[in-house]
């Protein structure tokens, strides 16, 4: 297993109208994907190009929803998790797992299209980890 490459840095907010015009406006962001909702994980998801990246805007479609948890404890927003790139899930995964890590649930398909599971933070210095398979036909420089 080696550590891949960061991929997007997950960010909860109340109101994805509102934090779409503060990347625009406030952060001067140039180019800001068309939101959609991901009813599988309970989120309506933006995400913001970076020069090296992207930030994944995060809103709850409802109040089951895991980010409707941390809002309730951190109401402003915030940072959530950060997600990084594996050429292999289910081997990534396995990594994981042998080193007594606790992986939240079973490789499941997350907003850019690919496997991806989450790594309790824990076992990760504190941080909500996302491993996402890196989409095939991705050009990484």
């Known amino acids: 297993m080696k550590l891949g490459r960061l991929n ?3 960010v909860a907010t109340p109101s994805l109208d509102k934090a779409i015009a503060f990347w625009r406006e406030t952060m001067g962001a140039e180019v800001i994907r068309e939101p959609f909702d991901l009813p599988a994980q309970g989120v309506r998801v933006c995400f913001v190009d970076t020069p090296n990246g992207q930030v994944e805007l995060l809103e709850p479609l409802g109040e089951d929803s895991p980010i409707a ?5 951190n109401p402003l927003g915030g940072q959530h998790h950060l997600c990084f790139e594996v ?10 797992e042998g080193q007594g890590c606790r992986v939240l649930g079973e490789p499941r398909i997350g907003a850019h ?15 909500l980890t996302e491993i ?3 989409p095939k036909g991705a050009h990484r420089g």
């Open 8 to 10: 997007h840095v997950g």
């Open 69 to 73: 948890g941390f809002l309730a404890k």
């Open 87 to 96: 050429p292999e899930i289910h081997a990534a995964k396995a990594w994981f």
């Open 113 to 127: 299209g690919t496997p991806v599971f989450f790594v309790h933070p824990k076992d990760m210095g504190g941080v």
């Open 132 to 134: 996402m398979e890196t």
